[in-house]
């Protein structure tokens, strides 16, 4: 079963717009993760937040936790053409939910489609 | 920097055949993962090891077999491939609560 539901399911922005992609999940968490993933390519970590943490910063990426709602966004500011591709948040599930170690296994949203036009 | 490298990049079986996926990561990672990736949808886990030597069931893991050969490399068996196991398959590794390195995935098309 996936753990976190993305939306919105595609996402089209001109150069230079923001784009924000939400991330709802089920359980508790350690952390949840962004990864891109570039047409058929394999994914690329983005950025880690963990659940003590509600917001983080890596260059134009901002990503929030809202462990109560169990949600995350993330923010892609001044998009660029370069960041076209599928965007996953990634949940690693709390160990004491997980049955004693996670060990790092992902459960993955079906993903956000970014298309930035030039 | 080869970091997560898998082979081979593409693969077409037909049913009931079998193959092994290779995997292999440089950065002394203890943790490997296999998953798949279905049209649309996110990453699913099939097995995963912990660290060499142990190995243990993900979401999907019917149909597949694994071996943690050494604290390199992970391999995933199809034993007898159904089409329903045509997908992308991404060999993964991390250090624990650390976020996960990818490899460019396996094409497989079982037909």
């Known amino acids: 079963s996936q753990q976190g539901e993305e939306d919105p399911q595609a996402l089209s922005i001109q150069e230079g717009e923001n784009a924000t992609m939400n991330c709802s999940y089920k359980?508790?968490?350690?952390?949840l993760q962004w990864y891109r993933q570039n047409s058929g390519r394999g994914l690329v970590h983005l950025i880690l937040?963990?659940?003590?943490?509600r917001e983080k910063h890596s260059g134009r990426l901002r990503v929030t936790l809202d462990t109560s709602k169990k949600s995350s966004s993330l923010l892609i500011t001044a998009s660029r053409a370069a960041d076209t591709a599928s965007y996953f948040c990634?949940?690693?599930?709390?160990?004491?939910?997980?049955?004693?170690?996670?060990?790092?296994?992902?459960?993955f949203g079906q993903g956000t489609i970014l298309t930035v036009h030039p | 920097n080869a970091g997560v490298t898998q082979t081979p990049k593409f693969q077409v079986l037909k049913t009931g055949q079998s193959m092994t996926l290779q995997c292999a990561q440089d950065?002394?990672?203890?943790?490997m993962y296999w998953y798949r990736q279905d049209p649309g949808m996110g990453l699913r886990l099939i097995y995963y090891?912990?660290?060499?030597?142990?190995?243990d069931k993900g979401e999907v893991p019917n149909g597949y077999n694994v071996s943690r050969l050494n604290k390199r490399e992970f391999s995933l068996r199809l034993e007898s491939a159904a089409p329903s196991q045509t997908s992308v398959y991404f060999c993964?590794?991390?250090?624990?609560?650390?976020?996960?390195?990818f490899g460019q995935g396996t094409r497989l098309t079982v037909v």
């Open positions: 990634a949940t690693d599930s709390d160990p004491s939910i997980a049955g004693g170690t996670s060990y790092g296994k992902l459960t």
């Open positions: 359980t508790s968490i350690n952390n």
């Open positions: 950065m002394n990672h203890n943790s």
């Open positions: 090891s912990a660290s060499e030597g142990t190995t």
């Open positions: 937040i963990r659940s003590n943490e």
């Open positions: 993964a590794s991390s250090r624990i609560v650390q976020e996960a390195f």
